[in-house]
């Protein structure tokens, strides 16, 4: 089967949206973000993506990376999945800005 679905396949996915999110991002100022909805909206689903692809990765590949912050990750998603109205923009916009490509960093690009 092609698609098999294992670690390597979760972080490919991860990986993906991550550099989405970097690439989007690059030129944009919370204030732009806050405006526009579209972007948002695809940058909150981007980061409920990768906590929900983080979660299907092994224990034991998540304890083989403990410089990866994978209990931040799952309470990002729920936050913005249970508190979706009302979510920091700033703290969203600080996480894109500066935790994400600090992310794909650690999970090497």
């Given at each position: 089967?092609?698609?098999?679905?294992?670690?390597?396949?979760?972080?490919?996915?991860?990986?993906?949206?991550?550099?989405?999110?970097?690439?989007?991002?690059?030129?944009?100022?919370e204030k732009e973000l806050d405006k526009n909805?579209?972007?948002?909206?695809?940058?909150?689903?981007?980061?409920?993506?990768?906590?929900?692809?983080?979660?299907?990765?092994?224990?034991?590949?998540?304890?083989?990376?403990?410089?990866?912050?994978?209990?931040?990750?799952?309470?990002?998603?729920?936050?913005?999945?249970?508190?979706?109205?009302?979510?920091?923009?700033?703290?969203?916009?600080?996480?894109?800005?500066?935790?994400?490509?600090?992310?794909?960093?650690?999970?090497?690009?």
């Amino acid at each position: 089967m092609d698609n098999v679905k294992n670690n390597h396949y979760y972080i490919q996915k991860i990986k993906n949206d991550l550099e989405f999110i970097v690439v989007h991002m690059q030129d944009t100022d919370e204030k732009e973000l806050d405006k526009n909805e579209i972007l948002l909206d695809s940058m909150l689903f981007r980061m409920i993506q990768i906590s929900e692809n983080a979660k299907r990765l092994s224990d034991d590949y998540k304890q083989n990376r403990e410089n990866v912050p994978w209990n931040a990750l799952y309470g990002l998603r729920n936050r913005i999945v249970h508190d979706y109205g009302n979510v920091d923009i700033n703290i969203v916009y600080e996480t894109l800005k500066h935790d994400i490509p600090e992310l794909l960093d650690l999970l090497g690009k």
